[in-house]
């Protein structure tokens, strides 16, 4: 079988138990979700679900089906053109040596976000591919601790 990495764009009523209820198919049937991030729809009642996930076709067409059977769903897209994009943080003591990080930092849409006297954070926003690459070039570092974001999507 070949697994597929698919991202899933979901629209839906903004009320509560969705999310429970949108996590609750995937683990009642054993699918896996390799991130999830919601966000409000500004001036509509809706809120946009960003799924990623992985399987077979027939998995990816099943998740869709039943997405597509939940009440509080307005629209399910998966099928579609996505910009995708995930931020992740790093935490790299300053007593490392720092030299070229700027030029990481430039390769791949990151900046410092944060320091003080003894640690600095840096972000990075980039597409997922490009986030893996930065995370195996970021360990010359050797960060003290890192926390990646979900993609976030958006159908052309």
């Given at each position: 079988?070949?697994?597929?990495r ?7 009523t ?7 209820r ?6 009642g049937?054993?699918y ?8 409000p ?14 399987g ?7 998740i869709?089906?039943?997405l597509h ?6 629209k ?5 053109k996505f910009?995708?994009?995930e931020?992740?943080?790093v935490?790299?003591?300053l007593?490392e ?16 976000a ?9 972000m990075?926003?980039?597409?997922a ?7 195996k070039?970021i360990?010359?570092?050797?960060p ?13």
């Amino acid at each position: 079988m070949n697994s597929i990495r698919r991202v899933i764009s979901v629209v839906v009523t903004d009320e509560h138990g969705v999310l429970s209820r949108i996590s609750g198919l995937f683990a009642g049937r054993g699918y896996n979700i390799d991130s999830l991030t919601v966000a409000p729809i500004p001036n509509t009642g809706l809120s946009r679900l960003s799924i990623v996930t992985s399987g077979d076709e027939r998995v990816i067409e099943q998740i869709t089906k039943q997405l597509h059977k939940l009440i509080p769903v307005y629209k399910v897209i998966e099928d579609a053109k996505f910009v995708e994009k995930e931020m992740v943080l790093v935490k790299i003591a300053l007593g490392e040596n720092l030299a070229g990080l700027d030029a990481v930092l430039k390769a791949y849409n990151g900046s410092i976000a944060n320091s003080d006297d003894s640690k600095i954070v840096i972000m990075a926003c980039d597409d997922a591919d490009r986030i893996d690459g930065f995370l195996k070039t970021i360990k010359k570092y050797n960060p003290i601790d890192i926390v990646r974001g979900g993609s976030v999507a958006l159908d052309m």
